[in-house]
Protein backbone atom coordinates (compact mmCIF):
# COMPACT_ATOMS: atom_id res chain seq x y z
CA UNK A 1 0.00 0.00 0.00
CA UNK A 2 1.54 3.35 -1.47
CA UNK A 3 2.24 5.70 1.45
CA UNK A 4 1.49 9.78 1.46
CA UNK A 5 4.54 11.50 2.53
CA UNK A 6 4.94 13.25 5.79
CA UNK A 7 3.90 17.01 5.76
CA UNK A 8 6.54 19.22 6.60
CA UNK A 9 5.16 19.94 10.39
CA UNK A 10 5.08 16.08 10.98
CA UNK A 11 8.48 15.35 9.66
CA UNK A 12 9.73 18.41 11.96
CA UNK A 13 8.60 16.01 14.75
CA UNK A 14 10.03 13.27 13.65
CA UNK A 15 12.72 14.71 14.02
CA UNK A 16 12.71 16.12 17.20
CA UNK A 17 11.62 12.82 18.44
CA UNK A 18 14.61 11.09 16.78
CA UNK A 19 17.72 11.68 19.27
CA UNK A 20 14.95 11.45 22.50
CA UNK A 21 16.72 9.64 25.15
CA UNK A 22 20.60 10.94 23.75
CA UNK A 23 19.94 14.43 23.75
CA UNK A 24 17.00 16.63 24.33
CA UNK A 25 15.15 17.17 21.63
CA UNK A 26 14.87 21.14 21.63
CA UNK A 27 18.06 21.70 22.84
CA UNK A 28 19.38 19.34 20.18
CA UNK A 29 16.90 21.40 17.37
CA UNK A 30 18.35 24.73 18.77
CA UNK A 31 21.78 23.57 18.23
CA UNK A 32 21.47 22.07 14.52
CA UNK A 33 18.23 23.33 13.39
CA UNK A 34 19.53 26.68 11.97
CA UNK A 35 18.42 26.98 8.20
CA UNK A 36 21.31 29.44 6.09
CA UNK A 37 18.96 31.15 3.74
CA UNK A 38 21.32 32.31 1.43
CA UNK A 39 19.44 35.51 0.62
CA UNK A 40 18.61 36.11 4.17
CA UNK A 41 22.65 35.59 5.25
CA UNK A 42 23.48 37.26 2.06
CA UNK A 43 21.97 40.36 2.87
CA UNK A 44 22.20 40.75 6.48
CA UNK A 45 26.50 39.84 6.00
CA UNK A 46 26.36 42.55 3.48
CA UNK A 47 23.97 45.33 5.46
CA UNK A 48 26.84 44.47 8.49
CA UNK A 49 30.12 44.90 6.29
CA UNK A 50 28.59 47.78 4.87
CA UNK A 51 27.81 49.52 8.35
CA UNK A 52 31.28 48.42 9.65
CA UNK A 53 33.22 50.00 6.86
CA UNK A 54 30.99 53.23 7.02
CA UNK A 55 31.82 53.34 11.41
CA UNK A 56 35.28 53.29 11.14
CA UNK A 57 35.59 55.63 8.05
CA UNK A 58 33.74 58.06 10.33
CA UNK A 59 35.63 57.06 13.43
CA UNK A 60 38.89 57.88 11.79
CA UNK A 61 37.60 61.19 10.46
CA UNK A 62 37.09 61.88 14.13
CA UNK A 63 32.80 61.59 14.22
CA UNK A 64 32.90 59.63 17.44
CA UNK A 65 29.68 61.47 18.44
CA UNK A 66 28.07 59.69 15.55
CA UNK A 67 30.24 56.71 15.41
CA UNK A 68 30.06 55.62 18.90
CA UNK A 69 31.00 52.15 20.29
CA UNK A 70 27.48 51.38 21.33
CA UNK A 71 26.42 52.22 18.06
CA UNK A 72 27.84 49.99 16.82
CA UNK A 73 26.85 46.98 19.17
CA UNK A 74 23.07 48.27 18.99
CA UNK A 75 23.29 47.47 14.82
CA UNK A 76 25.07 44.37 15.42
CA UNK A 77 22.40 43.32 18.06
CA UNK A 78 19.73 44.76 15.35
CA UNK A 79 21.03 42.15 12.49
CA UNK A 80 21.71 39.16 14.93
CA UNK A 81 17.61 39.74 15.99
CA UNK A 82 16.73 39.68 12.49
CA UNK A 83 19.47 36.51 12.20
CA UNK A 84 17.48 34.51 15.38
CA UNK A 85 13.90 35.59 13.80
CA UNK A 86 14.92 34.57 10.07
CA UNK A 87 17.17 31.54 10.52
CA UNK A 88 17.10 29.89 13.71
CA UNK A 89 14.89 27.15 15.15
CA UNK A 90 12.20 29.53 15.75
CA UNK A 91 11.67 29.86 11.98
CA UNK A 92 11.12 26.09 11.82
CA UNK A 93 8.75 25.91 15.29
CA UNK A 94 6.54 28.85 14.16
CA UNK A 95 4.99 25.97 12.14
CA UNK A 96 4.03 24.11 14.61
CA UNK A 97 3.65 26.53 17.63
CA UNK A 98 1.68 29.96 17.55
CA UNK A 99 3.88 30.92 20.55
CA UNK A 100 6.63 30.67 18.61
CA UNK A 101 5.56 32.89 15.79
CA UNK A 102 4.60 35.59 18.07
CA UNK A 103 8.04 35.29 19.32
CA UNK A 104 9.55 35.68 15.98
CA UNK A 105 7.01 38.38 14.94
CA UNK A 106 7.96 40.46 18.74
CA UNK A 107 11.94 39.96 17.21
CA UNK A 108 11.26 41.68 13.72
CA UNK A 109 9.35 44.29 14.92
CA UNK A 110 9.92 45.23 18.79
CA UNK A 111 13.59 43.72 18.85
CA UNK A 112 15.54 44.23 15.57
CA UNK A 113 13.73 47.45 14.12
CA UNK A 114 14.15 49.93 17.10
CA UNK A 115 18.25 48.58 17.64
CA UNK A 116 18.73 49.24 13.85
CA UNK A 117 17.28 52.74 13.82
CA UNK A 118 19.13 53.57 17.21
CA UNK A 119 22.67 52.90 15.59
CA UNK A 120 21.87 56.06 13.23
CA UNK A 121 21.82 53.48 9.76
CA UNK A 122 21.10 56.11 7.06
CA UNK A 123 24.49 58.21 7.54
CA UNK A 124 26.61 55.48 8.71
CA UNK A 125 25.65 53.33 6.06
CA UNK A 126 26.00 56.08 3.47
CA UNK A 127 29.42 56.29 4.43
CA UNK A 128 30.24 52.63 4.16
CA UNK A 129 29.59 52.68 0.29
CA UNK A 130 31.75 53.20 -2.78
CA UNK A 131 31.73 56.94 -3.43
CA UNK A 132 30.14 57.23 -6.80
CA UNK A 133 27.12 55.27 -4.88
CA UNK A 134 27.25 57.45 -2.03
CA UNK A 135 26.79 60.46 -4.06
CA UNK A 136 23.99 59.29 -6.20
CA UNK A 137 21.72 57.98 -2.47
CA UNK A 138 22.78 61.32 -1.00
CA UNK A 139 21.05 63.08 -3.93
CA UNK A 140 17.90 61.18 -3.62
CA UNK A 141 17.86 62.58 -0.24
CA UNK A 142 19.03 65.87 -0.97
CA UNK A 143 16.37 68.73 -0.90
CA UNK A 144 14.03 67.71 -3.68
CA UNK A 145 15.30 64.54 -4.44
CA UNK A 146 12.82 61.99 -5.35
CA UNK A 147 13.04 59.59 -2.25
CA UNK A 148 13.16 62.71 0.21
CA UNK A 149 9.69 63.66 -1.73
CA UNK A 150 8.34 60.22 -1.38
CA UNK A 151 9.34 60.31 2.12
CA UNK A 152 8.25 63.60 2.70
CA UNK A 153 4.40 62.70 1.58
CA UNK A 154 3.77 58.71 2.34
CA UNK A 155 6.16 58.78 5.54
CA UNK A 156 4.37 61.31 7.66
CA UNK A 157 4.33 60.31 11.21
CA UNK A 158 0.80 59.24 11.93
CA UNK A 159 0.51 57.77 8.26
CA UNK A 160 3.42 55.52 9.68
CA UNK A 161 1.34 55.12 12.60
CA UNK A 162 -1.50 53.75 10.48
CA UNK A 163 0.85 51.51 8.13
CA UNK A 164 2.24 49.97 11.19
CA UNK A 165 -1.14 49.26 13.37
CA UNK A 166 -3.15 48.14 9.62
CA UNK A 167 0.02 45.86 8.76
CA UNK A 168 -0.23 44.09 12.50
CA UNK A 169 -4.15 43.59 12.62
CA UNK A 170 -4.05 42.49 9.11
CA UNK A 171 -1.75 39.65 9.15
CA UNK A 172 -3.61 38.61 12.56
CA UNK A 173 -6.98 38.15 10.82
CA UNK A 174 -7.50 34.56 10.78
CA UNK A 175 -7.57 34.30 7.12
CA UNK A 176 -4.25 36.23 5.99
CA UNK A 177 -2.58 34.54 9.09
CA UNK A 178 -3.39 30.82 7.73
CA UNK A 179 -2.44 31.61 4.58
CA UNK A 180 0.74 32.75 5.32
CA UNK A 181 1.50 29.07 7.33
CA UNK A 182 0.60 27.56 4.03
CA UNK A 183 2.64 28.96 1.75
CA UNK A 184 6.03 29.91 2.21
CA UNK A 185 6.15 33.12 -0.56
CA UNK A 186 3.06 34.96 1.72
CA UNK A 187 4.87 34.04 4.47
CA UNK A 188 8.01 35.93 3.38
CA UNK A 189 5.92 38.91 2.42
CA UNK A 190 4.53 38.83 6.17
CA UNK A 191 7.44 39.31 7.67
CA UNK A 192 8.82 41.63 5.33
CA UNK A 193 5.58 43.73 5.95
CA UNK A 194 5.96 43.73 9.89
CA UNK A 195 9.71 44.63 9.39
CA UNK A 196 9.53 47.42 7.06
CA UNK A 197 6.47 49.04 8.58
CA UNK A 198 7.83 48.85 12.76
CA UNK A 199 10.93 50.50 10.80
CA UNK A 200 8.52 53.42 10.05
CA UNK A 201 6.97 53.25 13.18
CA UNK A 202 10.22 53.35 15.36
CA UNK A 203 12.42 55.96 13.07
CA UNK A 204 9.85 58.50 14.32
CA UNK A 205 9.96 57.52 17.85
CA UNK A 206 14.29 57.01 17.93
CA UNK A 207 14.57 60.08 15.66
CA UNK A 208 16.92 58.63 13.45
CA UNK A 209 17.99 60.41 10.46
CA UNK A 210 16.94 61.13 8.15
CA UNK A 211 14.70 63.92 9.92
CA UNK A 212 12.90 64.59 6.54
CA UNK A 213 9.20 65.84 8.93
CA UNK A 214 11.72 67.88 11.24
CA UNK A 215 12.46 66.62 14.78
CA UNK A 216 9.47 66.05 17.08
CA UNK A 217 9.01 66.95 20.41
CA UNK A 218 8.88 64.17 23.82
CA UNK A 219 5.09 64.65 23.93
CA UNK A 220 4.35 63.93 20.76
CA UNK A 221 6.45 61.13 20.87
CA UNK A 222 5.30 59.40 24.23
CA UNK A 223 1.58 60.16 22.78
CA UNK A 224 2.71 58.17 19.72
CA UNK A 225 4.08 55.02 21.31
CA UNK A 226 1.21 55.62 23.74
CA UNK A 227 -1.30 55.03 21.22
CA UNK A 228 0.37 51.91 19.84
CA UNK A 229 0.30 50.51 22.77
CA UNK A 230 -3.14 50.82 23.17
CA UNK A 231 -4.45 49.16 20.35
CA UNK A 232 -1.33 46.22 20.88
CA UNK A 233 -2.93 45.59 24.09
CA UNK A 234 -6.61 45.15 22.40
CA UNK A 235 -5.10 42.55 19.35
CA UNK A 236 -3.12 40.71 22.17
CA UNK A 237 -5.93 40.68 25.16
CA UNK A 238 -8.48 39.39 22.55
CA UNK A 239 -6.27 36.58 21.69
CA UNK A 240 -5.39 35.56 25.03
CA UNK A 241 -8.98 35.72 26.21
CA UNK A 242 -10.40 34.06 22.56
CA UNK A 243 -12.65 31.05 23.44
CA UNK A 244 -11.89 29.41 20.81
CA UNK A 245 -9.23 28.69 18.16
CA UNK A 246 -8.70 31.66 15.79
CA UNK A 247 -6.44 29.58 13.63
CA UNK A 248 -7.26 26.74 12.00
CA UNK A 249 -3.77 25.99 10.51
CA UNK A 250 -2.90 25.10 14.07
CA UNK A 251 -5.96 22.78 14.66
CA UNK A 252 -3.98 20.26 12.05
CA UNK A 253 -0.33 20.06 12.62
CA UNK A 254 1.19 17.57 15.69
CA UNK A 255 1.35 19.34 19.30
CA UNK A 256 4.96 19.56 20.72
CA UNK A 257 5.76 20.15 24.42
CA UNK A 258 2.34 18.88 25.78
CA UNK A 259 0.48 22.58 25.07
CA UNK A 260 -2.79 22.13 23.28
CA UNK A 261 -4.13 24.11 20.51
CA UNK A 262 -5.89 26.95 23.13
CA UNK A 263 -2.91 27.04 25.56
CA UNK A 264 -0.44 27.38 22.95
CA UNK A 265 -2.79 30.28 21.51
CA UNK A 266 -3.22 32.15 24.97
CA UNK A 267 0.89 32.11 25.48
CA UNK A 268 1.51 33.33 22.43
CA UNK A 269 -1.11 35.97 23.13
CA UNK A 270 0.44 36.88 26.17
CA UNK A 271 3.44 37.30 24.37
CA UNK A 272 2.28 40.26 22.00
CA UNK A 273 -0.24 41.82 25.44
CA UNK A 274 2.69 41.46 28.28
CA UNK A 275 6.13 40.95 26.44
CA UNK A 276 5.61 43.43 23.65
CA UNK A 277 3.53 45.83 25.27
CA UNK A 278 6.95 46.12 28.15
CA UNK A 279 8.75 47.52 25.15
CA UNK A 280 6.39 50.14 24.29
CA UNK A 281 5.99 51.19 27.73
CA UNK A 282 10.07 51.30 28.12
CA UNK A 283 10.26 53.16 25.22
CA UNK A 284 7.67 55.56 26.79
CA UNK A 285 9.98 55.58 30.43
CA UNK A 286 13.19 56.59 28.43
CA UNK A 287 11.29 59.02 25.98
CA UNK A 288 10.14 60.74 29.36
CA UNK A 289 13.34 60.17 31.05
CA UNK A 290 15.07 62.27 28.52
CA UNK A 291 12.57 64.89 28.04
CA UNK A 292 12.98 65.24 32.20
CA UNK A 293 16.19 65.94 31.62
CA UNK A 294 15.99 67.93 28.75
CA UNK A 295 14.07 70.46 31.11
CA UNK A 296 16.43 70.19 33.63
CA UNK A 297 19.00 71.59 31.66
CA UNK A 298 16.96 74.21 29.90
CA UNK A 299 15.66 75.22 33.75
CA UNK A 300 19.61 75.03 34.74
CA UNK A 301 20.67 77.25 31.71
CA UNK A 302 17.53 80.31 32.35
CA UNK A 303 18.55 80.13 35.96
CA UNK A 304 22.11 80.86 34.57
CA UNK A 305 21.23 83.67 32.52
CA UNK A 306 19.29 84.91 34.99
CA UNK A 307 22.07 85.68 37.39
CA UNK A 308 24.33 86.34 34.93
CA UNK A 309 26.60 83.71 34.93
CA UNK A 310 25.65 83.08 31.19
CA UNK A 311 25.13 85.58 28.41
Not at 150 to 167: F, G, Q
Not at 246 to 274: F, H, K
Request: proline share 5%.
Amino acid sequence: METCPPTEAEALVGDLHFTRGMMDPVLRDWLWGWEWRPEVVLTLAALGAVYVRGWWHLRRRGHRHLAGGWRLAAYLAGLSALAVALLSPIDALQALLFLMHMVQHELLMMVAAPLLLLAEPFPILLWGLPPGVRRAVGDLLARGGLLRLALARLATPWLSWAAYVVTLWVWHAPAAYDASLRNEWIHDLEHMTFFWSAMLFWWHVVGAAPRIHGFHGYGVRIAYVLAALAQNEVLGASITFARRPLYAYYTTVPRLWGLSVMDDQMLGGEVMWIAGGMMYVLAALILLARFLAWEERRTERQIATDIGVLP
